[in-house]
């Protein structure tokens, strides 16, 4: 747990009528969502932008919602002799702007922070609401889920599928697209990411299902409500008749059922359970993660009966029809958006999750990738089928010509479906590439999703050849530094588990060794077995190894991501090995590099 404590994150998710909150009219000069109209921008889209303004919402004379200083909302509760915190928004440079705008308010001292759930942009913030000392001391107190650490270790992007998730959600939250007409508009459920120093502040006090608390007069029912994430919190008021929804409610917007960049399938029938529990509190005002809050007993209820139902009902339709033997093309041309008394909802509009690609991921998330064709079973690899259709199709010069019809038509999905096996036989062929990020581009520029536009925007990018380089200031700040800077958060043992996946297994298909890391700066001690092509790693030393690596937490992060060698390490004073040192300088070289973000096409391959 002193590992933990230590933890410091640096990393990195429809407009409808506007329900009766009270506004402070606390706002900044500009907007961080774009919210200009422009051709390139699908209108809705701009109008979603005008929801994100940057302001303080009053619920009652003691709830207050600060909406739009980061892409999550942070949410303050004053009490007989202090405040609660409910989130912390991504960075310390926006809680301190958010508690600014709340020290207009009140100047009672903060008692308690409530963490939702563990993505950064609820966490990050929270040394710029009290200090390490504070908390250390017992003046504030911090509540979450008893699984929020484990989420943080287990989704840090240094964990087993950091290569690829990484480049996906550079795609997805448009890291390689200026703010603008052409590229960034909104982050779906808040503005765009804001750049700053992350600092978390680990929970004090934890749950497992509900809790019941009085903090500064104020009493609290903190209740496990898995959705968005398995270990999110939601927050009941009683006296106040205020529910904090936490992400149950992902914004005002259609919920990610699924995430572009990849992930687990977030369990439907589980999400739409726990919104049916928040149904059952008699509120009269929901402060919601993401967007603006709901005033009124009847538009909360129905705010929330209506974003049940739409989950439910995709579920629903998409398990129908799977009974009816459909297959992902086909379910998505029937399970295509939902019913227009649910569409044309507040907070149910397409601007973040989208109907399609969670039809998609319930199919898979029952049956896997296998449709029950057996040509896919065994398939000719996809470079080779390109080159054939392409061929049955005409030729490449015959294709491209259709393409360049359909593009003048602007049949844009024509136009990048056909493209696509012309540059999959010859990925050099920049007059089909061009074509294809014509298309994409268009295509993007009529989004709602802004999850959507940034991936076309983005691979548009990738296929004329341009370099892909951080245009978020966000991001330019966050994944700066070297590899090893980067694994700084993940824990030793956790790190040393993740080496299994970079594993060369044909290097090592006749090796058979064990090393043991004996950290001297926590005292503990693990070991990874190479066992002919697979890694196996031992909380505990075992009985039998090869060599000893002593060193400290810092040195080894240089090792896993080869910045250095064991013998570099050794003759520098950073390291001693104990047995075969032989081994031991061999041991990291049976390992992959982390794969360069330069190597990893996403569009053109």
Do not use: C
């Amino acid at each position: 747990m002193n590992a933990l404590r230590a933890l410091s994150i640096h990393w990195v998710a429809e407009i409808g009528v506007f329900l009766g909150t009270f506004s402070l009219g606390i706002a900044r000069a500009e907007n961080l969502a774009y919210d200009k109209p422009a051709p390139s921008i699908n209108p809705r889209l701009t109008a979603h932008s005008r929801t994100m303004e940057q302001r303080v919402y009053q619920l009652t004379d003691r709830v207050y919602v600060a909406v739009g200083f980061d892409v999550a909302n942070s949410t303050m509760v004053i009490g007989e002799d202090g405040i609660i915190i409910i989130d912390t928004l991504q960075t310390v440079e926006s809680a301190k702007t958010a508690l600014a705008e709340f020290r207009k308010i009140t100047d009672k001292p903060i008692k308690a922070i409530i963490y939702t759930h563990h993505h950064s942009d609820h966490i990050g913030g929270a040394k710029g609401f009290t200090t390490d000392e504070d908390v250390k001391a017992g003046k504030v107190a911090i509540y979450a889920h008893k699984d929020l650490l484990s989420q943080i270790i287990s989704r840090a992007p240094n964990g087993m599928m950091t290569d690829i998730v990484m480049p996906r959600s550079h795609y997805a939250l448009g890291a390689y697209l200026p703010t603008g007409p052409e590229g960034v508009v909104n982050n779906g459920v808040g503005p765009v990411l804001v750049a700053g120093v992350t600092a978390f502040i680990p929970p004090t006090q934890t749950f497992t299902d509900t809790l019941e608390l009085t903090v500064a007069g104020i009493r609290l029912q903190l209740l496990h409500s898995p959705s968005e994430t398995n270990e999110m919190t939601t927050v009941w008021m009683p006296d106040l008749k205020v529910l904090h929804s936490g992400e149950v409610l992902q914004g005002e917007s259609f919920p990610n059922l699924y995430t572009l960049r990849g992930g687990e399938l977030r369990d439907p029938i589980m999400w739409y359970k726990s919104v049916d529990r928040l149904r059952e509190f008699p509120a009269e005002s929901l402060a919601p993660g993401h967007g603006r809050p709901i005033v009124g007993a009847d538009a909360v209820a129905t705010t929330l009966t209506n974003y049940r139902d739409a989950i439910q009902y995709v579920h629903d339709q998409t398990v129908r029809y799977i009974n009816k033997g459909y297959t992902p093309d086909e379910l998505v041309a029937v399970v295509s958006e939902l019913p227009p008394h649910l569409r044309d909802q507040p907070w149910l509009g397409e601007f973040y999750g989208a109907v399609k690609h969670a039809v998609r991921q319930i199919y898979v998330s029952y049956f896997g990738w296998f449709t029950g064709d057996p040509t896919t079973l065994d398939p000719v690899p996809s470079v080779e089928r390109a080159k054939r259709y392409v061929a049955l199709m005409g030729g490449r010069q015959h294709v491209v010509s259709e393409a360049q019809r359909a593009l003048k038509a602007k049949d844009y999905r024509w136009v990048a479906d056909i493209l696509t096996g012309v540059i999959r036989a010859n990925t050099a062929d920049m007059e089909a590439r061009r074509l294809k990020a014509e298309a994409l581009r268009q295509l993007g520029f009529q989004q709602t999703s802004a999850n959507y536009r940034n991936w076309y925007l983005t691979s548009a990018l990738e296929l004329e050849g341009k370099p892909l380089e951080f245009a978020q200031p966000f991001w330019r700040m966050h994944t700066a530094g070297s590899a090893s800077t980067r694994l700084a958060v993940l824990p030793a043992a956790n790190m040393l588990e993740s080496l299994a996946v970079r594993l060369d297994a044909q290097k090592s298909a006749n090796v058979h060794q064990t090393m043991a890391f004996n950290l001297s700066d926590s005292g503990k001690t693990y070991a990874v077995e190479i066992r002919r092509g697979i890694a196996q790693f031992h909380s505990q030393a075992p009985q039998q190894i090869d060599s000893t690596l002593t060193t400290t937490k810092p040195v080894l992060d240089r090792l896993v991501v080869h910045e250095i060698t064991v013998g570099k390490a050794v003759s520098d004073g950073q390291a001693t090995v104990t047995g075969d040192r032989a081994a031991a300088e061999a041991f990291f070289g049976y390992f992959e590099s982390p794969t360069p973000r330069s190597d990893i096409k996403l569009t053109v391959r």
